[in-house]
């Protein structure tokens, strides 16, 4: 990737009797940055940053989030047009190669992508090895880890083609292993991915079809689920991205780097909330108790937060909830369950908390997470598919900051320092002496 930073000037910092100039940087848009990389040459200390709230770890091309306007644009396309105008395999073809792809180049990547959905037949036996109540994450950080065991013709980092060729294979063998780890769940035989279907179609045909009978998918239900996961596809340095990028800066290979991802996203902090969120709304049940949760998510002596409510960047409205609402509501109505309670529930609970101080003054607003998991249930998803499905959308987003980060040659190994705070050198005690 070619640096594209631009620089602005400078900040000046007085520190230890010292006066040190640090360049600052301006991106194509958003805010500049100050290049810190000299500091502890020039002044031999740290900045100190946990949560990465003010730090950005890398220079980037793909996805751009503004957090107050509440915009998010994948290589400068605003979500809300991709999600009404696009389709998943072309956001991915966008991601990763930073333009919409002409109709010939887009047949041939559908072609590609669509003759990579097979997973070798060693891999099926793989499944055998979980319990049947394994949680499906679990089963997804196990299995595609495991890929690394089967494709070395494709980890060998520095060639471009054998890139590619993860890359395709990723992209390709995600839904095919995550309706693996659906099917394996509920005890029912696997089901092969046809190349007739579209990707969202091959799909929800896997996860629903059974031998005993056909199976037609619904047209509509397979455009919500396309739409799903473009709005998952990615979102710039995330906690799980952050972990793939890392994971990748030590020369580890892509299957690896994306089995890592899929860990980090697990967490009900990240990717793990639409799960956390769908239950909240079960364990809240009917509107007359949402006050009583409410009361609980401002209280700070109780650990309940709202699932699906705030983000460290959107201090607006995350416009990929605006279209889940949406998509939500179409899912409803062709599945003529537009009285579904919990919706009540969601809508109801997301109504008070917009009106409540508490949440205006902290800027809290329903996240991607807050509507996917009402929407993931009427498709007839488990509850503990949630975040397998985000994994498998955010897979195109991984492998992209993946291949951004592994093709910059001035690209180092990641390694953070600390302030050190605990114990001062002393000598070892022998057993008497302590
Ligand atoms: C995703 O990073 C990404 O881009 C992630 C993601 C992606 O696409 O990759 O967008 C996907 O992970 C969406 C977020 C899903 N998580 C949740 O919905 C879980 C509930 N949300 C919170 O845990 C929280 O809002 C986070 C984790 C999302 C953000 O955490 P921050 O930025 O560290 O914010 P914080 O915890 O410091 O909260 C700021 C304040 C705190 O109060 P004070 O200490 O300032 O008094 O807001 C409060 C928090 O207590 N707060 C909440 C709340 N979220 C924050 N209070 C009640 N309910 C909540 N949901």
């Known amino acids: 990737m070619e640096n594209k930073t631009k620089p602005n000037g400078s900040a000046t910092l007085n520190v230890g009797g010292k006066s040190v100039d640090l360049p600052v940087l301006s991106g194509a848009v958003g805010p500049d ?28 091309q ?32 966008l991601l990763i190669h ?38 499906p994450m ?9 890929l690394s065991a089967f494709y070395h013709d494709s980890t060998d980092i520095h060639d471009p083609m054998q890139r590619m060729i993860a890359t395709h294979r990723l992209i390709a063998k995600m839904p095919t292993i995550a309706a693996r780890a659906h099917k394996y769940s509920v005890g029912q035989p696997f089901i092969s991915p046809r190349n007739d279907l579209s990707y969202s179609e091959n799909f929800l045909r896997m996860c629903f079809a059974v031998p005993a009978e056909e199976y037609e998918v619904n047209p509509v239900l397979a455009r919500a689920m396309d739409k799903i996961f473009i709005l998952h596809a990615d979102h710039e340095q995330n906690a799980s991205t952050s972990t793939v990028r890392l994971a990748g800066s030590s020369g580890a290979n892509p299957f690896a780097c994306i089995a ?43 650990p309940f937060r709202l699932m699906g409510f705030g983000h460290r960047v959107y201090k607006n409205y995350d416009p990929r909830a605006k279209v889940m609402q949406k998509t939500c509501h179409e899912v409803l109505d ?15 609970l997301e ?25 993931l249930n009427a498709l007839g998803f488990p509850t ?11 897979t195109v987003g991984w492998i992209a900051q993946w291949d951004e980060m592994t093709s910059d040659p001035t690209q180092r190994i990641g390694r953070p320092r600390q302030i050190y705070t605990g114990a001062s050198e002393r000598d070892y005690l022998p057993m008497d002496k302590r």
């Not at 697990?266 to 364990?283: D, K, V, Y």
Request: charged share 25%; proline share 3%.
């Open 260 to 302: 890592a991802g899929i860990a980090c996203l697990w967490g009900p902090s990240h990717g793990g909330a639409n799960e956390a969120a769908l239950n909240m709304l079960r364990e809240i049940g009917s509107v007359d108790k949402i006050p009583e949760y409410v009361r609980r998510a401002k209280d700070k002596d109780d």
């Open 384 to 394: 503990e598919m949630y975040t397998v499905l985000f994994a498998l959308a955010r």
């Open 33 to 60: 940055v100050i290049d810190v990389k000299s500091l502890y040459a020039q002044t031999g200390m740290f900045t100190l940053d946990p949560g990465f709230t003010s730090t950005a770890s890398c220079e980037s």
């Open 98 to 135: 930073g333009e919409l792809p002409s109709k010939a180049q887009l047949d041939d990547y559908t072609h590609t992508i669509t003759h990579h959905t097979m997973l070798h037949t060693q891999l099926d036996r793989f499944f055998e090895g979980y319990r049947r109540d394994a949680h």
């Open 334 to 348: 062709v599945l003529d369950k537009r009285e579904e309670p919990l919706l009540k529930v969601a809508m109801e």
């Open 138 to 146: 679990a089963i997804m950080v196990g299995t595609v880890g495991a």
């Open 62 to 93: 793909i996805t751009y989030i503004d957090g107050d306007e509440g915009v998010l644009l994948y290589r400068g396309y605003p979500i809300d047009q991709l999600a009404d105008e696009s389709n998943f395999l072309e956001v991915c073809y």
């Open 351 to 375: 109504r008070i908390a917009l009106e409540d101080e508490y949440f205006v003054s902290k800027k809290l607003y329903p996240n991607i997470d807050f509507y996917s998991g009402i929407t």
